[in-house]
Structures are given as structure tokens and as C-alpha cells.
């Protein structure tokens, strides 16, 4: 597919769960990225569980410990009068290197179910591992996005690098160029960090 660049969309953006024309194209079965200053994770998190009260069975890969149980559990009760089932239908997976979160991705069955990759460059911009492997090592991971997203949807979540990582803005750069869509997310003016409302 085409490389997409969609407008850029705030990163509060409390209508999302009830957005339905983004809540369809992230059925699509395509590489879609979300990326900003920030991570993105609310937002996925928030689209995650709509999609999930919507009936999709959600695949979650966290790259940076960013899975937040309580905030899904809270959109839940408002989206549902059944919030475990909701919840029964997210299944998340964690990994804490690089290493482990290719391993997943490497590994994971593609299928029409939407998987997310929460906060997915965290550990390749770790310090620890020299630039060459993390570059290899992502290389390779994309490959294995696209065969997953040949199938079903891939949703990824991805920061910029911080300032003492800025030669690792070639890993985000690569990202951008493998997905089929990409959204920046930007804080509303004035604001630090993203914090989305979403009622």
C-alpha cells in the first residue's frame, strides 16, 4: 500500500471512543502509526477498549510498561453494562527489552484480529544496546508488522526519541516510511504531556 500521511489529530481528543469513522479504519488491515512528542498510549488504550465494546478481540503487545488496567477498566463501565466482557476480550501481552518485544511480534499468529503495539520504540531507543542491533533488530521487526498487517490490523504507538537519543531518530524515521497510515499527535496548546478526555 501507498504510504499515507493523515492530518495531524489532538492528542485529547474526547470523542474517540464514539468516532466511528476512525474506529472503522483501524479495522482495516493495514500498518497504522500513531506518534507524537508523547507517547500516544491513552489514546490507543482508548481505542483498544472501543474497539473491544464494539466485539473485536484485541491483541496488546506493551513495549514500555505503559498498559494502564485501570483506565481500561474505567472506560469499560461506561461503554458497557458488561465490562468484563470487554475486558475479556483484550489479551495483553508484556516485554521489556527490545529483544522480547521482536520476539512477540516475530512470533504472534497473523490474524484478522486488530493487534496494538503500545509505546513500541521505548526499548529500541535504549542506550544499552549499541544503535547497529537495535537497527537490525527493527528491520527485522517491520518485516513481521507488514505480514501481520497483510492479514489484520496493526495499530502501533511510538514517541520521539528524547534528547540524549536523538541519533535514534532514524529508528522512528524507519517506522513512519513502513507504515501505511501515520497520525501525529499532538498536545493542545499549553499542555505538557497527553492526557485525552474522552467524555
Known amino acids: 500500500?501507498?504510504?499515507?500521511?493523515?492530518?495531524?489529530?489532538?492528542?485529547?481528543?474526547?470523542?474517540?471512543?464514539?468516532?466511528?469513522?476512525?474506529?472503522?479504519?483501524?479495522?482495516?488491515?493495514?500498518?497504522?502509526?500513531?506518534?507524537?512528542?508523547?507517547?500516544?498510549?491513552?489514546?490507543?488504550?482508548?481505542?483498544?477498549?472501543?474497539?473491544?465494546?464494539?466485539?473485536?478481540?484485541?491483541?496488546?503487545?506493551?513495549?514500555?510498561?505503559?498498559?494502564?488496567?485501570?483506565?481500561?477498566?474505567?472506560?469499560?463501565?461506561?461503554?458497557?453494562?458488561?465490562?468484563?466482557?470487554?475486558?475479556?476480550?483484550?489479551?495483553?501481552?508484556?516485554?521489556?527489552?527490545?529483544?522480547?518485544?521482536?520476539e512477540l511480534i516475530e512470533s504472534a499468529p497473523a490474524e484478522p484480529e486488530p493487534l496494538f503495539v503500545l509505546d513500541m520504540l521505548t526499548t529500541f531507543y535504549d542506550e544499552s544496546v549499541p544503535l547497529r542491533d537495535t537497527e537490525r533488530l527493527l528491520t527485522t521487526t517491520i518485516t513481521h508488522l507488514k505480514r501481520l498487517a497483510s492479514i489484520g490490523p496493526v495499530i502501533v504507538g511510538a514517541r520521539e526519541p528524547r534528547a540524549l537519543v536523538k541519533e535514534r531518530w532514524e529508528l522512528l524515521d524507519r517506522l513512519q516510511v513502513a507504515a501505511d497510515a501515520a497520525w501525529l499527535l499532538r498536545a493542545p496548546e499549553g499542555a505538557g504531556v497527553e492526557q485525552p478526555r474522552l467524555f
Open 1 to 102: 500500500m501507498q504510504h499515507e500521511l493523515v492530518p495531524v489529530l489532538p492528542a485529547d481528543p474526547h470523542l474517540l471512543p464514539n468516532d466511528s469513522a476512525l474506529l472503522e479504519e483501524l479495522r482495516q488491515p493495514r500498518l497504522a502509526l500513531f506518534w507524537g512528542t508523547n507517547t500516544p498510549t491513552r489514546t490507543l488504550l482508548a481505542m483498544l477498549t472501543a474497539l473491544a465494546a464494539r466485539g473485536s478481540s484485541v491483541r496488546v503487545f506493551d513495549g514500555g510498561n505503559r498498559f494502564d488496567g485501570y483506565f481500561v477498566a474505567r472506560l469499560s463501565r461506561r461503554l458497557s453494562s458488561h465490562p468484563r466482557t470487554i475486558l475479556g476480550r483484550i489479551h495483553l501481552s508484556r516485554a521489556f527489552t527490545c529483544f522480547q518485544l521482536a
